[in-house]
């Protein structure tokens, strides 16, 4: 029997798998928790971390945790888009310290840059994609990617979906407002928007934001309480993460959408933001037309009976 290390929560206790990555917020593990099994995504602050480092990494994953509460409900109810859920804690005692750590849902699917590295390398060439990435995945999910990397690219319609949830959900939480034991908030801003934060779900058709340790409430007037970001920082970040995305794996959509660029923070929306959501609305409509003319265009060949094959 392999050894674990384990992690007590306010829950459960989870048994570490797998170290995922390491940055400037902490460490990112794999987990599975021991009585039902569950596997999920455990954040703590870095044990080689000096005592400053771990305040600020633990306060940085707690924040998260809140963020991700404050969000809960907005997952409920949308069909399209979701963020993780918070599963678990430490136990009381161990904030602010490299002690402290948050369970939260794993997601699912394959985020956009992976996706793209499919597309251009293979679903399952080993120097591009390492082997160990496709340890866990099903049956379903391994013929997706091997399909993907057959069509050699990224579904139109996947990005015009991914792009048009993303905008409204931005718009959703820089004006959700809720309260707090300690205060009322006025809004959220993600403040980390990069094209591996944003998970597709080909079984589901639905997207997960992950990544929320950058997050920071808003107020009344859409700016943080310290005056240093406000809602408009999402929207510049997404224009141009997504635009030299969209620009690198489908250039012809990027041309269609006109992609706006030399953005500032004045005009971001009235001149990207929204002008760009218009032009996103009357691009997907013409994809989903234009693949139902060819399915039912299938369907016609495949089912006609019409045709006296005695004359071929």
Excluded: C
């Excluded at 929560?9 to 400037?24: F, I, P, Q, V």
């Excluded at 599975?32 to 994953?61: C, G, V």
């Excluded at 809720?178 to 990069?194: E, M, R, V």
């Amino acid at each position: 029997m392999p050894s674990f290390e384990s992690a007590p929560g306010s829950e459960r206790a989870w048994n570490l798998l797998k170290k995922l990555g390491e940055g400037d917020a902490g460490e990112v593990y794999l987990v599975e928790s021991i009585l039902d099994k569950q596997i999920a995504i455990l954040k703590r602050p870095r044990r080689s971390a000096f005592t400053s480092d771990a305040i600020r990494q633990s306060s940085q994953i707690e924040r998260e945790a809140n963020v991700l509460t404050a969000l809960a409900p907005l997952s409920q109810i949308s069909n399209r888009l979701n963020v993780p859920r918070l599963l678990d804690k430490a136990r009381p005692g161990n904030e602010f310290s490299e002690r402290y750590f948050i369970v939260i849902t794993r997601a699912s699917g394959f985020d956009l840059n992976f996706l793209a590295r499919t597309v251009r390398f293979g679903a399952f060439e080993t120097n591009a994609l390492p082997a160990e990435l496709y340890a866990d995945l099903d049956g379903s999910q391994r013929d997706y990617l091997q399909r993907l990397a057959q069509t050699n690219q990224i579904p139109t319609l996947i990005l015009l979906r991914t792009l048009s949830s993303v905008i409204e959900f931005l718009g959703t939480i820089h004006k959700y407002e809720f309260s707090t034991p300690a205060t009322h908030h006025y809004g959220i801003i993600w403040n980390d928007i990069k094209p591996d934060h944003f998970f597709w779900d080909p079984i589901h058709s639905r997207i997960t934001l992950i990544d929320w340790g950058n997050a920071h409430f808003l107020e009344a007037d859409g700016a943080t309480t310290d005056r240093q970001h406000s809602h408009l920082d999402d929207y510049v970040q997404f224009m141009s993460e997504m635009g030299s995305f969209i620009s690198s794996n489908a250039p012809d959509l990027h041309e269609k959408l006109a992609w706006p660029r030399e953005l500032t923070l004045p005009n971001v929306v009235t001149e990207g933001i929204k002008p760009l959501q218009e032009r996103i609305t009357t691009v997907m409509g013409e994809t989903i037309a234009e693949l139902r003319r060819a399915r039912q265009k299938e369907a016609d060949i495949t089912s006609s009976n019409s045709l006296d094959y005695s004359r071929f």
